[in-house]
Every structure is written in structure tokens, then in C-alpha cells.
């Protein structure tokens, strides 16, 4: 099993900047890929950014492309979403997931969740 333990998060004008982060614990050696997504209000939950873990390889949505880096501190097991020129449309419920697989696009693929951190972003 893999447990994941996100912070950050919070209220932020339009335009401005949150990091998130996510610690990893337990069977560690077991993931493939970590990654965030997001659920607005009525909304699916959609995929935001991918952080592979051989080669770290990081991947995102066209939604959040040149806005969002996702990196990774292998010691520590954690990684950390840095959000910038943020938009209402970001307000969402961010979520860490984590997967055994190679790949991670769609929420069925995901393995393990956090327990999701609040992004406010007001206009």
C-alpha cells in the first residue's frame, strides 16, 4: 500500500502563485507514476500533471501547460505541483494520486489518492 499526504493549497487572487505538495509513504518502490488532478463543483475529475518516475518525466494537460511544473525530490518521496498565472478556472479540489503503472491520463488509472487540498482562485 501507498499512502499519500498532501498541504498547500488555499485562496489566491487571479494571476497569483501556489505550490502543492504530496509525501508518499509505504511501498514507495512500487509506483510508476505521480500525478494531480482536479474536481471543480459539478465537474469530472480531470487529470492536471504526471510526473513519471523512471526518467521523471513530466507531463500535463494542455488546460495547464506553461502554467503548472510538476517536479519531484526523490529523498524525500514527494512531489510538488508549482502553480503560477492562475485563473478562476483553476478553482478546484487538487488531488495526489498515485499509480503502479507507467501511465497515468484518466482517474481509473490511478492506484492510491490523497485526501485532496482546496485551490481558491478569485478573480
Known amino acids: 500500500q501507498v499512502q499519500l499526504v498532501e498541504s498547500g493549497g488555499g485562496l489566491v487572487q487571479a494571476g497569483g502563485s501556489l505550490r502543492l505538495s504530496c509525501a508518499a509513504s509505504?511501498?514507495?518502490?512500487?509506483?510508476?507514476?505521480m500525478g494531480w488532478f482536479r474536481q471543480a463543483p459539478g465537474m469530472e475529475r480531470e487529470f492536471v500533471a504526471g510526473i513519471r518516475f523512471s526518467y521523471s518525466i513530466t507531463y500535463y494537460a494542455d488546460s495547464v501547460k506553461g502554467r503548472f511544473t510538476s517536479s519531484r525530490d526523490n529523498a524525500k518521496s514527494t512531489v510538488y505541483l508549482e502553480m503560477s498565472s492562475l485563473k478562476p478556472e483553476d478553482t478546484a479540489v487538487y488531488y495526489c494520486a498515485a499509480t503502479r503503472r507507467e501511465s497515468m491520463w484518466y482517474s481509473e488509472e490511478a492506484d492510491y489518492w490523497g485526501q485532496g487540498t482546496q485551490v481558491t482562485v478569485s478573480s
Open positions: 509505504g511501498r514507495t518502490f512500487s509506483i510508476g507514476v
